[in-house]
């Protein structure tokens, strides 16, 4: 039987915050894991050590949840969950939820909290930085099975689905490491090479600005939130064919194109647009970079892009701390090194005989994702176990 519950009433809420940085014996030991955002990553992340320690002379100026508790993040990506496996502290960016073992497993409250992540999203209040209060948070209502043999039973599910998604997973992350040693080979001494701004050998298509309205269904609009690390993700958003063609009036993107991401939470992420999507409409909060084909393709630019030295560039011309970003017209000035294209175009060909392998290893991930999702409905709707 299915339940509603506020979150308070699952357990104590706690909000992280950061003892003194100026006091330097505070974080002078490994004794308490200090639990930050960058520390979990976007599935249930289960942390046995972190990046971060504070001493047992911080402890009274921190916030310490036991073993086993659950902390999300409540600001900037919102709904990111964890699992402490030793006594932790954490930052002001993260809630705890501090459960009572008599009504729910922290495992289940995990899963419970993937499954209304889009809700969570919904309540967050700053256009920017997302942002969850702590009051709000603790009266988010949720649904729980009451008994906890059956919550044992759908954690047990869940996790064998999610066991499988993450080795392919790891499966697919070997042909991105196998591309990045690829290039790291080819184009070992970049500083020799003739360089050249972003402005003079890519062109920017830029719909920055307003956001088109979205409707249920249509074409697909690419924005930030499509933009992983050196990755595409498909999210579901779309526009109406009378939007679009109103819309799109800036220049239209092709697959193989460069996508940046200019501002938010996700700043600096690259990507490529994949060569599946053939009409799309262009959203919020990125740039398409096209490499002038005589000197510079997408692909060499793109990897580029990821590059350390890339990214150190990038500091120096961005704004703002915790709303990081660029302008259009700081970006451009960044320089670019320009290879021979002939070496170029070897590693676009190698690049896309990997891409042909991981198409169909990705197609593989999709089908055990939807098969999770479809796991998670059914469970949290009462329907995989009476």
Wanted: charged residues 25%; aromatic residues 10%.
């Amino acid at each position: 039987m299915l339940v509603k519950y506020k979150l308070c009433e699952l357990g104590e809420i706690l909000t992280g915050n950061t003892p003194s940085k100026k006091n330097g014996e505070f974080y002078d030991t490994k004794d308490i894991m200090f639990i930050k955002p960058d520390d979990i990553n976007n599935n249930i992340t289960e942390i046995e050590c972190s990046k971060e320690y504070i001493s047992n002379k911080a402890e009274k100026k921190a916030r310490i949840i036991p073993k086993d508790s659950l902390l999300i993040t409540c600001i900037g990506s919102i709904g990111k969950i964890a699992i402490n496996k030793e006594k932790s502290a954490f930052n002001q960016q993260i809630n705890s939820i501090v459960h009572n073992e008599k009504i729910i497993s922290s495992k289940y409250l995990a899963y419970v909290l993937m499954i209304n992540k889009q809700r969570l999203e919904s309540i967050s209040n700053a256009p920017v930085v997302p942002i969850i209060n702590k009051t709000q948070f603790s009266e988010f209502e949720v649904y729980i099975h009451e008994e906890k043999e059956i919550q044992e039973k759908i954690v047990n599910v869940l996790d064998k689905a999610r066991s499988l998604i993450d080795k392919r997973k790891a499966q697919i992350e070997v042909f991105d490491e196998l591309v990045k040693s690829r290039f790291i080979d080819m184009f070992a001494n970049l500083k020799g090479e003739k360089h050249l701004t972003l402005g003079e050998c890519t062109n920017f298509i830029d719909y920055r600005g307003k956001t088109p309205v979205l409707s249920d269904s249509g074409i697909r609009i690419i924005n930030a939130k499509s933009v992983g690390n050196g990755f595409f993700k498909y999210i579901d958003e779309y526009i109406s064919e009378e939007t679009f063609n109103s819309w799109m009036k800036r220049g239209f993107p092709v697959p193989g194109d460069v996508l940046f991401v200019t501002e938010g939470h996700t700043f600096g992420n690259i990507c490529r647009i994949p060569s599946d999507l053939q009409k799309f409409a262009m959203g919020q909060r990125i740039i398409t970079i096209q490499g002038n084909k005589e000197i510079l393709n997408n692909a060499f630019l793109a990897q580029y892009m990821q590059t350390i030295s890339f990214q150190i560039d990038i500091d120096k011309y961005k704004t703002g701390s915790s709303a990081q970003g660029i302008r259009s017209k700081e970006l451009k000035k960044i320089l670019i090194p320009i290879p021979q294209i002939e070496l170029q175009n070897q590693f676009t060909d190698f690049v896309n005989q990997v891409d042909k392998l991981k198409f169909e290893m990705e197609k593989s991930l999709k089908e055990l994702e939807d098969n999770f999702n479809s796991l998670m409905q059914r469970a949290f709707k009462g329907e995989l176990f009476n």
